[in-house]
């Protein structure tokens, strides 16, 4: 979806990395899960986005992209039904979620909703 993946809050899955890196992952830190498609315009305007606030929030969220068009199952397993979804994991269960391209103080809210969920349980 994106080119060479240099971040150290982002990386790219797949479905036989998926369980490692997304659920074992939010067992310590929350994990956004990113679910879009190289045609998809607001996943191209969606994913850089994450990815910057990924890196200003310096590891209190990690962000975890899949290309659905690779990685099917990822899709179907979460029932994604259009692109961009983004799934908030905490230790390890879907916690929250949404579609479609969102504002930044929409995506700040989401992400504060999420670390403040995983510090409490």
């Excluded at 990815?51 to 590891?59: D, F, H, P, T, V």
């Excluded at 962000?63 to 068009?69: G, P, R, T």
């Amino acid at each position: 979806m994106h080119t060479k993946n240099d971040h150290k809050f982002s990386f790219d899955v797949e479905e036989s990395t998926f369980d490692d890196l997304v659920v074992a992952r939010s067992q310590e830190t929350p994990v956004l899960l990113d679910i879009g498609a190289e045609w998809c315009a607001p996943c191209k305007v969606l994913t850089p986005r994450l990815e910057k606030l990924a890196q200003e929030y310096e590891g209190r969220f990690l962000l975890a992209i899949v290309d659905a068009d690779e990685n099917m199952r990822i899709a179907g397993r979460h029932k994604v039904r259009g692109f961009p979804t983004v799934i908030a994991y905490s230790r390890g269960q879907e916690t929250e979620r949404f579609h479609s391209a969102q504002p930044d103080h929409f995506l700040r809210a989401f992400i504060d909703r999420l670390i403040a969920h995983h510090q409490a349980s």
